[in-house]
């Protein structure tokens, strides 16, 4: 029997399992992404407050909340701690978010990390 084969470019940003479409595994349990970034891609800081996230660094380097990280680092962000990301190099990573809740991505209003109102699926 053949492999259900899928591309990772088919899906919204890299994101392939949670609640939401597209996805390979339909669940409120976890999201998951393999996110490629070219040196310099950048993400907003941004805080979530129901959600914990595990970025890990598969390939190149990267910095968040102005730490640099590179392949093997993990990162855990609890509840309520914002972060930021910016590629240093191309870069590929592994994020996954418990649970998976719509709309738990804020903005931070500034450095201090407060929320702004929450963010589309991106």
Known sequence: MP??????????????????????????????????????????????????????????????????LGPGDIVRLKPGEPANFEAITDATTLAVKIPCVKGDKYLCDDAAGHAAPPLTKQ
Do not use: C
């Open 3 to 68: 492999l259900e084969r899928h591309k990772l470019d088919d899906f919204t940003r890299g994101w392939f399992v949670g609640n939401f479409s597209p996805t390979l595994v339909n669940t409120d349990a976890f999201e998951v992404a393999v996110q490629r970034y070219r040196a310099g891609d950048r993400e907003p800081r941004h805080v979530h407050k129901i959600a914990s996230e595990l970025t890990v660094i598969i390939v190149g380097r990267a910095r968040m909340n102005g730490e640099e």
